[in-house]
């Protein structure tokens, strides 16, 4: 049995009121099989689902940051790399022959 069900003890009758329908609609499957802990994480979030244009903008110039500095260092590691393997290969303008 790899994935579990997340599910609500909630007995449907005459007196279930529309809160406890959406939370049945909400029923989650959650992948315990790959040990995916951001997705346990996401199917136990009980807060706001939306997002303001605030946090959308907070949320991009991080990911932003995070990612423009990673590709800033492997640039460099790339450049340092050509630079070092073009300095240590073999020239051929550079065959020193007996011309005495």
Not at 35 to 59: C, F, I, P, Q, S
Request: hydrophobic fraction near 35%; glycine fraction near 6%.
């Amino acid at each position: 049995m790899g994935d579990a069900e997340k599910t609500a003890s909630i007995d449907i009758g005459k007196d279930t009121n529309a809160t406890q329908l959406e939370e049945l609609k909400k029923t989650i499957t959650v992948d315990t099989l790959h040990k995916d802990e951001g997705l346990k994480v996401l199917a136990n979030y009980r807060g706001e689902e939306t997002w303001t244009a605030e946090e959308e903008k907070k949320l991009t110039r991080k990911i932003d940051r995070r990612l423009l500095s990673i590709l800033c260092i492997t640039y460099g590691l790339q450049y340092y790399d050509k630079a070092v393997g073009a300095a240590t290969s073999p020239r051929p303008y550079l065959i020193l022959t007996d011309t005495f």
